[in-house]
């Protein structure tokens, strides 16, 4: 008996594995030109480079990104020329890198950022507005930083829409907080795990905290690491303390204001005085002069009614006479 023959098998694997394929093309992200190596760009223009061991920062971005994750890497530098054509960019988190300089120039374009995330790297410093282009930034996360002990007064004086800044567990001890004040939409500030001074010259921050506790986070864990006195004494208990102990004495400026403003007082008196005096002489001198200088009219006015009342007075006399006789 003759068997009919069989149907290949292989036929039928080519289809399974057609489907296969094409199902894991239709539900991967859609991949844009251009699309850096190692990272995937899809179409809601994010681009995801997280955790592919990048030492540096990647090439032939998209122009259009508007989210750049690239997190979990060692970069060790964000070029400003390349960073900067991405004027689109809205979201940008290089979170756990090897990132030691940030400067003004490298945010230079980024005018729609409104979430920028910088934590775990190894920054030391924040320059004189280095987030100034960022006219658009909304939070800003520096934690994790452990060489970054400097600040500079004016880094955040141009981020007049920040509403979240954390620079919590770096290694700050003070931070002058006169532009922060002065940031309308400022809601919550993170500062815990640093090792603050509670000395004189950080009052105001103490202060602040003590004032508005409720926008700080993790208040309970932003403590004190020096004066020994003062150690792991929370900021905001030391506030109103610091702000008695600090202005129990005189300094050597205030003495010296006050010395100023005395010889300002001394001065204007002086002046004042010499003013007067010379006013009032020149008065005097003026009725002076004005007294001996009479009209020529009035002169002879008064001689010609002088004469008048000689005449009278004669008259006078002989009427005096005449009766008499």
Request: hydrophobic fraction near 40%; include cysteine.
């Amino acid at each position: 008996m003759r068997l009919a023959p069989q149907t290949s098998a292989h036929p039928l694997r080519l289809i399974v594995l057609l489907l296969v394929l094409f199902a894991g093309v239709t539900t991967s992200p859609v991949l844009s030109t251009g699309c850096p190596d190692r990272c995937v760009c899809d179409d809601q223009l994010v681009v995801q480079c997280a955790g592919q061991h990048l030492t540096t920062f990647p090439v032939n971005l998209p122009l259009a990104t508007r989210q750049l994750i690239i997190s979990n890497n060692r970069i060790v530098e964000l070029p400003p020329l390349a960073l900067n054509y991405l004027s689109d960019l809205v979201y940008l988190d290089c979170s756990n890198n090897s990132l030691t300089d940030i400067s003004e120039s490298t945010f230079g374009n980024l005018r729609k950022l409104a979430y920028l995330d910088l934590s775990f790297n190894t920054l030391s410093r924040v320059e004189d507005r280095t987030f100034g282009p960022l006219a658009s930034l909304v939070m800003l996360r520096m934690t994790d930083n452990p060489g970054l002990s400097h600040v500079h007064p004016d880094a955040f004086v141009e981020n007049a829409a920040l509403q979240v800044l954390d620079v919590s567990r770096n290694n700050l001890t003070s931070l002058n907080i006169t532009s922060l004040l002065a940031l309308p939409a400022l809601r919550s500030v993170g500062l815990s795990g640093n090792p603050w001074s509670c000395e004189c010259d950080n009052e105001d921050l103490c202060l602040w905290v003590y004032l508005e506790g409720f926008k700080f986070q993790d208040e309970g864990q932003t403590v004190c690491g020096s004066p020994a006195d003062l150690q792991d004494r929370r900021l905001g208990e030391v506030g109103i303390q610091l702000r008695t102990l600090c202005h129990q004495t005189l300094g050597s400026w205030d003495y010296l204001f006050f010395i100023l403003i005395g010889f300002a007082i001394f001065a204007a008196g002086t002046v004042s005085a010499w003013v007067m005096g010379v006013i009032m002489v020149l008065y005097e001198r003026y009725i002076k002069k004005k007294d001996e200088q009479v009209d020529p009219d009035e002169e002879e006015e008064m001689l010609e009614m002088g004469i008048s009342g000689n005449r009278s007075d004669q008259d006078s006399e002989n009427l005096n006479d005449t009766h008499t006789m």
